[in-house]
């Protein structure tokens, strides 16, 4: 606690920085789409609270920067985003009241925050990929714990990975992703023997452990040791193959996540599985003191794998906040795309009653889901336990 107090600092920057560019591109989807269309913006805030910085711009916007350092949002004109807001038409600000905008305008505009997600996402990875490239390697078993899923379900030391539900292996995380994602559910996995092809069943357990940066989460294991057993040559990306590239593996982290809110949603993965913004400042700490702690490295080193690092996460939330943002919850962008579909489909706007009371539930729900993730993430980073890093 004594170490996670004493970072404070580290920790509010870390926390700014990853969810302040996140934030700002999601916003930005949204203010782009909605002026393409001539929507009238009330105002583009970034964070919740009293503004610390606050400027209004020619066509009457208000741009502001709040003292809660936590998400954001962009208020058109005339937007329902709470229940208060039903019904009332702010004065001022140049352009259409959104209610003005078609229906089909107006989901684009929802869905225009998520999509900057998964394009920022994208360029990430394909900056990343187009970079550094992809390692190329076998993974074999190195050891295997004595009476752990692995040592019940058959693998043995020296066995080779090719393949786990039918996917095929071609790195570490090709191998501890799908584990982490299927507690306590059967597996296949698809080895190598002595040159000759083995299959086995294997049901991982799930168990609080310290995860790669040092905080205690529930993960999914089936004790094993892993080794690179063989090296092939570095998969290199021209820009043009690096952008697909980055596109297919923002599909493959959107896959990932629907696989294991799903699985948390059916009681098969804890809820603490999920982290918030109280775990990505934490992750963000540890990963800096993690580079930060090298002997022999140069600072300039230090600071380009440091770069590297945190963009990669970044990555990761925006892919995150996207899809969270789709779910249809009526205060979120999803909660909105099922208000246009209703008005598409039956020709009007629901009741402003409907409106008022599915606003407030969905405003309930989520500060509940926000209560529950933040509990969790405090347990994770040891606040009160000591366990943390």
Not at 38 to 63: C, I, Q
Not at 287 to 296: A, G, I, L, S
Request: hydrophobic share 45%; with cysteine.
């Amino acid at each position: 606690m004594g170490q996670l107090l004493s970072q404070g600092p580290l920790f509010i920057v870390c926390l700014v920085f990853m969810m302040g560019i996140v934030v700002i591109i999601h916003e930005l989807g949204h203010y782009l789409m909605g002026r393409l269309f001539g929507a009238a913006v009330e105002s583009f805030s970034v964070g919740f609270g009293r503004p610390v910085f606050e400027r209004k711009d020619k066509v009457g916007t208000r741009w502001r920067v709040n003292w809660i350092p936590l998400g954001g949002f962009v208020k058109f004109v005339g937007e329902s985003q709470l229940a208060g807001d039903v019904g009332k038409v702010e004065q001022g600000p140049v352009g259409k009241p959104y209610k003005n905008l078609t229906v089909w305008q107006r989901m684009l505009v929802s869905l225009a925050g998520p999509l900057a997600n998964f394009v920022l996402a994208s360029l990430i990875f394909s900056l990343i990929l187009g970079t550094h490239g992809r390692t190329n390697y076998s993974v074999g078993i190195a050891a295997v714990v004595a009476d752990s899923p692995a040592d019940r379900g058959g693998l043995k030391e020296g066995d080779a990975f090719v393949s786990i539900n039918g996917h095929p292996v071609k790195d570490a995380s090709s191998i501890t992703i799908p584990i982490m994602l299927n507690p306590n559910q059967e597996m296949t996995f698809e080895m190598l023997r002595d040159g000759a092809p083995v299959t086995l069943k294997v049901t991982p357990d799930e168990v609080v452990r310290e995860n790669e940066f040092g905080q205690m989460v529930p993960q999914a294991t089936i004790g094993i040791g892993m080794a690179r057993i063989a090296m092939g040559e570095r998969i290199k990306y021209n820009p043009v193959q690096a952008l697909g590239a980055g596109v297919v593996e923002t599909g493959a982290t959107i896959d990932r996540t629907v696989t294991m809110l799903s699985r948390i949603v059916t009681g098969k993965m804890s809820v603490h599985t999920m982290t918030g913004p109280v775990g990505i400042g934490d992750i963000s700490r540890r990963v800096v003191n993690k580079v930060w702690e090298q002997p022999d490295v140069s600072q300039t080193a230090k600071l380009e794998q440091l770069f590297w690092m945190l963009l990669s996460i970044c990555a990761a939330i925006s892919v995150g906040v996207g899809f969270f943002n789709l779910l249809p919850l009526p205060v979120l962008d999803g909660g909105h795309l099922v208000f246009h579909a209703y008005e598409a489909v039956v020709g009007r706007e629901l009741p402003e009653k409907v409106q008022e009371m599915s606003l407030t539930f969905g405003l309930i729900l989520l500060l509940g889901m926000v209560v529950v993730i933040t509990w969790g993430d405090i347990m994770e980073t040891g606040l009160f336990g000591g366990t943390g890093g």
